[in-house]
């Protein structure tokens, strides 16, 4: 077990690097000057450029900018927003919880429902409520977030009048954005859900089981439910991931504040460390939350152990 | 005399057109593709009205007789919009997933069949793909390539190369331990001619499967991109770029958003389910 965790984490420490590394290299793909397309919207003259090189170090070596990119993100320095001119990881921190609260929202309703739905269309296999439940789900991972968000909004907010179409702060603001984000996940979940569920059932301790002659409400949520739970757990990591992403959107959709809105802001603003700093969050995020599934998986089944 | 009959064996392309066409699903869900492309060629004959001309009198007309979908601020008619944007969204969703499964069959190749150095070079770097979720390395490539049509493809392209790459490399990994690889090295076969005359072909299959899955990810992510008005640029008939357009008319004139949408949908949807009909069909163990 303890070797298990240690390679875990030592396998993460590429990946965490890879990640730096993509967000530094932003900065020099970039076509042009980043000091002057960074001054660029305050018409500062070439002396003043000249001199944001020197602060910024772009006069050094690219190893050495590397290394001291390296040293400042360790630190949680991200630099200063073009647009805002606020410490870059300040403006992370206070939209950070806004997307967690959505993300988290979204999970609670879809983790649940999903497998609810997946393993009673597992249950009845072939059979009308299958199909339906099948049908759902593929629904589920079809259907534009935004769009779905629109549709949402013209039913609850405009016609209903029951949930209010944009703003945040209390529970009704979370409502739509919740359901839209939900929907999505729902449909992997279930489509997970059902076919671990159908594999399962074919074993030959469920058969085993049977045989014995427990009651087939025994069985199935006894013996059969418990081990198809495995992989939807460990879908709870991807999960996190997709619903950050999908988070993106449906924030834009619904004027929310939060991670998303907030890199999609800073792209079309063209604010660069805004720009690094909303990826790298994101993306240490999602490494970090994987990696903390994986441990508590490997915790609770034995079996588990790093190649 | 008898004369033997030699039965006429099925190719491996008509036993799966075969099966596709036995599976209702995949019947229907190939039907809508192939309905779709149809509409995307055959939109210049198909469209009432050009879907670019701009008649400000008839600014958000409802659905009716002349405007089957109603038209959007400009006047200009949705339902022709919608037709010719079938054109620009089935072709950024062929090229989003063109670019991924080239690189990562080519990756996955490299990686599975050398091993060593190179392998954990390459998985490395998919590692670190696979560490943007979703949407977000998409982004990550717009914001350094701009805006536009041809950068969203691109980037939906580079955001799909992962799955591809790890796939391909696993299909390999047990390929090349096959007794017909083992046969045509002993026999001094040149590494380039086995990959791409015994592992390739072999490999391919499952790749199939996570293309047509793939197909409708990239369309709803380029859509997406779109909507946030990352991709295509106005006036461009694009289902994502309309949707956005709507979004602002959503409490005066719904029809502009919920028609591109539906046919977003309708995509997406028959992609996705011929994706896991092929899936059932060529492989029941591969799951995605």
Same mark, same amino acid.
């Given at each position: ?25 932003l900065m020099?793909?970039l076509?042009?000057?980043p000091?002057?397309s960074m ?40 630099g200063?927003?073009l ?85 945040? %702060? ?48 025994? +069985? ?8 198809? /739970? ?16 999908? @988070?993106?959107?449906?924030?834009? +959709? ?5 991670? %998303? @809105?907030?890199?999609?802001?800073a792209?079309?603003?063209k604010d660069l460390p805004l720009v690094q ?17 994986? /441990? ?12 | ?48 009205? !050009?879907?670019?001309?701009? *008649? ?15 038209? !959007? ?10 037709? *010719? ?41 998919? !590692? ?15 914001a ?19 799955? *591809? ?14 007794? *017909? ?70 409490? !005066? ?36």
């Amino acid at each position: 077990m303890g070797r298990f965790i240690i390679m875990r984490l030592l396998s993460s420490v590429p990946v965490v690097l890879g990640v730096v590394t993509i967000t530094f290299a932003l900065m020099y793909l970039l076509p042009g000057d980043p000091a002057a397309s960074m001054l660029a919207r305050s018409g500062a003259s070439s002396e003043q450029i000249a001199a944001l090189r020197v602060e910024l170090g772009l006069d050094q070596p690219l190893y050495l900018q590397y290394f001291h990119y390296l040293v400042q993100v360790v630190q949680g320095n991200l630099g200063v927003s073009l647009a805002s001119n606020k410490p870059v990881t300040e403006m992370l921190l206070e939209v950070l919880p806004k997307t967690l609260a959505l993300v988290f929202a979204a999970l609670l309703i879809a983790i649940p429902l999903g497998t609810v739905m997946g393993v009673t269309a597992a249950v009845r296999q072939n059979t009308l409520v299958d199909r339906v439940l099948v049908g759902i789900s593929a629904l589920g991972v079809s259907v534009p977030s935004f769009w779905l968000a629109l549709l949402l909004i013209l039913l609850f907010s405009v016609t209903l009048r029951w949930f209010p179409a944009s703003g945040q %702060g209390e529970l009704r603001h979370l409502v739509l954005p919740t359901l839209v984000l939900a929907f999505g996940a729902i449909g992997t979940v279930a489509r997970t859900a059902r076919t671990s569920m159908i594999d399962v059932l074919k074993q030959d301790y469920i058969r085993t089981a049977r045989a014995s002659g427990k009651s087939e409400r025994e +069985v199935l949520y006894r013996h059969a439910l418990p081990n198809a /739970l495995v992989p939807v757990v460990t879908m709870i990591g991807l999960q996190f991931g997709w619903l950050i992403s999908g @988070s993106f959107i449906v924030e834009t +959709v619904f004027s929310r504040q939060g991670l %998303g @809105s907030m890199l999609i802001n800073a792209i079309l603003d063209k604010d660069l460390p805004l720009v690094q700093g909303a990826v790298l969050a994101t993306a240490i995020l999602y490494v970090t939350l994987n990696l903390l599934v994986d /441990l508590t998986y490997g915790a609770i089944d034995p079996r588990i152990r790093y190649e | 005399m008898t004369t033997v009959q030699a039965t006429p064996s099925l190719g491996p392309t008509r036993l799966l057109l075969r099966r596709v066409l036995g599976n209702a699903t995949a019947l229907a869900a190939l039907a809508t593709l192939l309905l779709f492309a149809g509409i995307a060629l055959a939109a210049p004959w198909l469209a009432p009205f !050009d879907p670019y001309q701009v *008649y400000p009198e008839r600014s958000l007309m409802p659905p009716g007789r002349e405007h089957l979908m109603g038209t !959007d601020l400009l006047g200009r008619d949705i339902f022709s919009r919608v037709l *010719y944007g079938a054109r620009v969204s089935l072709l950024i969703g062929f090229v989003s997933v063109g670019i991924s499964a080239a690189v990562g069959v080519v990756l996955g190749l490299l990686a599975g069949y050398y091993g060593g150095l190179l392998d954990n070079l390459v998985m490395r770097l998919i !590692d670190t793909l696979m560490a943007f979720p979703g949407i977000l390395l998409a982004l990550t490539i717009v914001a350094l390539l701009g805006p536009g049509l041809v950068n969203v493809m691109i980037a939906v392209g580079i955001g799909g190369i992962a799955n *591809y790459a790890r796939l391909v490399r696993a299909s390999v990994l047990s390929i090349k331990e096959e007794v *017909y690889v083992e046969a045509a090295r002993s026999v001094g076969v040149r590494d380039r001619r086995i990959i791409f005359r015994h592992v390739l072909p072999n490999a391919l299959p499952p790749v199939l499967v996570l293309a047509s899955m793939s197909y409708g990810w990239a369309l709803l992510s380029a859509a997406g991109l779109s909507f946030l008005g990352l991709g295509a640029t106005p006036p461009l008939a694009e289902w994502g770029a309309m949707l956005s357009d709507g979004r602002s008319l959503m409490w !005066d004139a719904p029809w502009t958003a919920i028609f591109p949408g539906i046919a977003i949908l309708c995509v997406v949807l028959a992609a996705n389910l011929l994706g896991d009909a092929l899936r059932d069909i060529l492989d029941p163990r591969l799951r995605l």
